[in-house]
């Protein structure tokens, strides 16, 4: 029988899905004093993901910001019962992580450091004092242990009821049994839901739909790229000895988690070889379901848990649940306007923690959806991560699915992936492949990363040390220092912002000046309302109406549509991507003037060609732009050409380089050349929660000029008082230390901040790091030059040096030679 539940005709702000997300967003949005919410549930509340999970709270993640918002969701749990009355089954009974080999400890030593960062407890622990904690283990085989006291588990349903009651004891209005059918869009905007009971008018929808998101995506042409995939644990009858306060135990060696259940215990894992669902798409009636138990598969566990629980193998099995779960290609979640659909927001795809992320992520989503802008720096889970290659339903099947079987396996630095591989390509593709180069993967493009030269296989080989291709990108940075090189970019998001506003537009989105006369290329940070920078990007004006923007490879989709949401209505004023239309070829170091000038009509000395401008040249019989700027530090042009001139200049190009040692060089080159040059890298050390000011970049701001430009008063205000945080340079001699960035630093034996950077710079022969020192009382020259820094490396202190300038030529000689 259908039942017919009255909707309104209009509300504010539509959720769609009531498990334990909406439900949040719900809680929260009222809690921001959103006044008319309403939340639409196909069937119950809980009916979908939610009510089948097993409930660990795990909150260690490596980003800042996800760890803060995993906090969050712990200190709501520990409250919310209080709150509404409705209990929840939260128990704080921390979290043991197991590491089983020599690596596996580094990993977990690194994760406590990252950690520490981030300000959240987590102790390391020797085989006997982890037993201490979990004694129905064996620890035989342990190298060490590791303890995270805030951890816990819940019971997710009462959770998301308790959010559901505090949502309607603040005036949201929930109504289940009502499947949302369809989306109306008006003037690119969200305008309505359907249901089957009518239409209610609409400001906002938010996404919530768990493993359905993907179809209530489609009803508005958005892209949500997830997988239903199966996900299995079992419940035993009470065991002797299986305490309440028995912390959650995860022992990635053995692909198994663990928890107390009514005295008994819960086991659960990450198959190596995960079974997808719903290939078709998700049965209409699939509410409150789980799927055959599948003990073939889930077997695989038995015996390696067996071992590490002796007493396993006897208990009785009380219940055995198979769920499925949406997970998505890089095992993070969702948050976010969608870059296709204006006040369409999504909050899905939460990798079998959304439990422990329910919180904070409902938090965030909340008060991304009222202030049109994300609260803090979200990148990692930001919906704008993805692009083109996400809308291939079988790609992002191939991804999701290797990236679930690598949950617990380790996760090497600098670790690429296999599945759906080679996608978008360069047409220098097979000729760099031919040449020895090792490649990794953004955003579906091939990027060559490395070059194996005279026999050496083109292929990483992962360690927590130094790694295989570590002399090899010393060669090539050498190359770029010392003579010429030649970096393949074509993966460069590319955009063309043309119309009659186009010069107008850009002056109030850019925070430097780029209204310059026509052949200028401009660096600069486009930021938000509070000043943090958003994008971070090159400028080129290549004729009156129309300029030319260059942005990161995985900055693509966020760029772009961070830049549309700034244009005014009826502006004139359109940006296109153009992408893939286009190839990139950097020719960087000291001989690429030489080199170039035998190819090129045009005279390329200084006067002619000055630093920061570009020109339309012929390089070898072929039109390109040429942009005179560099992410490496040395003098070189940036060719932008069409992708068909790609293969015979490139030949032109080590024609008439042989003779100076040209060399191809790859990304990993770039990142050893950029750190010693000190320049920023977006999402790393440049953030949305970092200004210009803050990041050692005020030089690219037109702050004096007086023009009005987004950001320009949350600077002017953040100028009246000390700077609370700073960006500086360290550097580590000893080469046995590993950088990668997370690591902590402190000054005076006091933690003030992590590295947002980390890696090896040939030139300088050290380790060099950048991170942001922090002090509320004031971060100045004279605060930063009189403290002594250390930095915590996998829980060791680390003597280092801190550095105000770049390494690598400060004054700029090499550059503007
Ligand atoms: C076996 C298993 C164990 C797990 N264990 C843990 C754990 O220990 N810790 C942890 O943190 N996480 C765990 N998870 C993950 C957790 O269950 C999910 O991440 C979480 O429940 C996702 O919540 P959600 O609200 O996004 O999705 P859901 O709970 O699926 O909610 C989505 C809701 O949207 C509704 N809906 C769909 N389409 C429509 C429509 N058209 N109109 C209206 N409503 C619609 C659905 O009915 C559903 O109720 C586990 C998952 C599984 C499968």
Known sequence: MIMTTPVPEHAQHVIIGGGIIGCSVAYHLAKEGAKDVLLLERGQLTCGSTFHAAGLVGQLRSSANTTRLLKHSVDLYRTIESETGQATGWKMNGGLRLACTKERWIELKRQATTAHSFGLEMELL???????????MTTDDLVGAAFLPTDG????????QALAKGARMRG??????????GIRVENGRVAAVQTRNGEIRCEVIINCGGQWAKQIGRMADVTVPLQSVQHQYLITEPIEGVTPDLPTLRDPDRLTYWKEDVGGLCMGGYEPNPVPWALDGIPEDFTFQLLPENWEHFEQFMQPAAQRVPIFEQAGIRKFINGPESFTPDGNFMLGEAPELQNFFVGAGFNAFGIASAGGAGKSLAEWVLAGEPPMDLWVVDLRRFSTVHQDEAWVRNRTLELYGKHYTLSWPHEEHASGRPNLTSTLYETLKSQGACFGSKLGWERPNWFAL??????????YGRQNWFPHVGEEHRAIRERIGVIDQSSFAKFRVVGTAAKSALSRICANNVAKPLGSVTYTQLLNSRGGIECDLTVAHFAENEFYLVTGTGFRTHDSAWIRSQFRPGEQVELQ????????????????????????????????????TCQQISIAGHSVWALRITYVGELGWELHLPREAAKPIYDALFDAGAAH?????????????????????????ITPDSTPLEAGLGWAVKLKSGVEFSGREALLTQQQAPLTKRLVGFTVADPEVVLLGRESIFRNGELVGWLTSGGWGYTVGQNIGYGYVRNPMGVDTEFLKSGNYELEVACDRIPCTLHLKPLYDPGMQRIRS
């Open 153 to 160: 588990q819940a019971n997710p349903s009462d959770i998301t």
């Open 454 to 463: 005279s026999g050496v296989p083109p292929q990483d080989v992962y360690s």
């Open 577 to 612: 991507d153009i992408t893939e239309a286009g190839a990139i070829m950097s020719v960087m170091g000291p001989a690429s003037r030489e080199v170039l000038s035998q190819l090129a009509d045009t005279p390329l000395d200084n006067a002619s060609f000055p630093f920061g």
């Open 126 to 136: 020797t085989p006997d004092d982890a037993q201490k904690l979990w004694p129905l």
């Open 172 to 181: 949201v209005r929930i109504i289940e049994e009502t499947p949302v059918t």
């Open 661 to 685: 040692g040209i060399a191809n060089v790859g990304y990993r080159a770039i990142e050893s050349l950029r750190l010693e040059k000190g320049y920023r890298a977006w999402g790393a050390d």
